[in-house]
């Protein structure tokens, strides 16, 4: 079975993500699968691609995750990356999702990661729901024709 | 693991290009991302690559790819290669996380078939610490460098690497002519698709 969004879960992921914002004063909050996928923004920033990020933030969250395990370390549960503009936080929702924040350097950031610890809380719950869902069917299988995957990628 | 967001209309989908080191993993993924015609540019995102000071892979290459593969959803297409080099199993085991569909990138020519074989076992057992069977997930096999001199025929390939109960679709390539690399990537696509239906009718 393939995890599903919905509606509900886009309204309730942007709601605890502008919350987030708003009251730690972040400039962007993602929420990213552990495999690299982008799943919801908030926020934006100059120069920023949130896809890379997310493919990034994730990987890099795998590594030090496994880096902590290495060192016995049972409770790696977020990364803190301090720039001298920018900031941000990774850190995990539950083992399908992160939750990645990015911030001016000068914010505080145990605030940040006060709100975010919040935000994490909200958004598991949500994503629990989201992903024991048994919706009746992912597509429909009329839409989909493997033969039609003989072309569609081209060379120029 | 793929997931579908209903809201956006979107299917994530990650892909690992898999093999032994040298083998055309990166090259693979360059000329994707060089000569893939587009609808529009955003439809093809840029390039990361994590590599060494000598260019060689070190965490992973990385870009993002959209299609319309469904009717009605924007199917966005995670490509990954992991470093090929021994030492990195680690960072292997890493980016195998969450994938949907591997491309095997064999090395055709006759003195790399030890690193060939030895590089499938490494992506079962690497599999295997992730609790995934490579029999359950969508596979292809590329056979690389078919440009160059002292190859292996093809027959000899698929003894070695696609011998198991069901035989899975082999692409003979030239990465740098971008011969095999589209044929490639759309062999696993369709592997993908029909896993979808397969997935749709039974639940």
Redesign the interface.
């Known amino acids: ?7 509900e ?2 309204a309730v992921f942007d709601a605890i993500l502008r919350d987030l914002l708003e009251k730690s004063e972040s400039s962007i909050a993602l929420i990213v ?5 982008l ?1 919801h923004q908030c926020g934006s920033l100059t120069g920023f ?1 949130p ?2 990020v997310a ?2 933030a994730s ?1 890099a969250f ?2 030090t995750e ?1 880096m902590a395990n290495l060192i016995s370390e049972p409770d790696f549960s977020g990364m803190y990356q301090q720039g001298s503009t920018i900031s941000t936080f990774t850190l995990n929702i539950n083992p ?1 999702c992160l939750l990645f924040v990015a911030f001016r350097s000068e914010l505080s950031a145990g605030a940040i990661k006060f709100f975010s610890g919040e935000a994490v809380r909200a958004l598991a719950v949500q994503l629990d729901l989201a992903y024991s869902r ?8 009329a ?14 | ?8 209309k979107e299917l ?1 989908v ?1 892909i690992v290009y898999y093999g032994p080191a040298k083998s055309g993993k990166t090259t693979n993924l360059e000329q ?1 991302h060089a ?3 587009t609808a529009t540019p955003e439809s093809k ?2 390039m ?1 690559s994590l590599a060494t000071s000598a260019d060689r892979t070190l ?2 290459d ?1 870009f ?1 790819l959209e ?1 319309t ?5 924007t199917t ?1 297409f ?1 490509l ?1 290669t992991v470093p090929g080099q021994v030492i990195y199993n ?2 292997r085991q ?2 195998l ?3 949907d569909g591997i491309v095997f990138v064999a090395d055709s020519q006759y003195d790399k078939m030890q690193e060939n074989v030895e590089s499938f076992q490494n992506l079962e057992d690497n599999l295997r610490t992730l609790n995934l069977n490579l029999a359950d997930i969508p596979y292809v096999l590329q056979y690389n460098k078919r440009d160059m001199d002292c190859l292996a025929p093809v027959d000899f390939l698929d003894f070695l690497l696609n011998n198991k109960e069901t035989e899975v679709p082999a692409f003979e390539a030239s990465a740098t002519k ?1 011969d095999g ?2 044929e490639t ?2 062999g696993i ?3 993908l ?2 896993k ?2 397969a ?3 039974q ?1």
């Open positions: 079975m393939i995890p599903q969004l919905n509606s879960d886009a699968e552990r495999a690299g996928y799943i691609d896809t890379q493919t990034l990987n795998a590594a496994f399908s048994a919706p009746e069917k992912a597509f429909d299988p839409d989909i024709n493997p033969d039609d995957a003989r072309q569609i990628f081209h060379r120029d | 693991m793929a997931l579908i967001n209903h809201a956006a994530h990650k994707i000569n893939l015609q995102g840029k990361v965490f992973f990385f993002p299609a593969v469904i009717k009605g959803f966005k995670q990954f680690t960072t890493l980016v996380r969450g994938v971008v690399v589209f990537l759309n696509t369709r592997l698709l029909q979808f239906i997935q749709g009718t639940s």
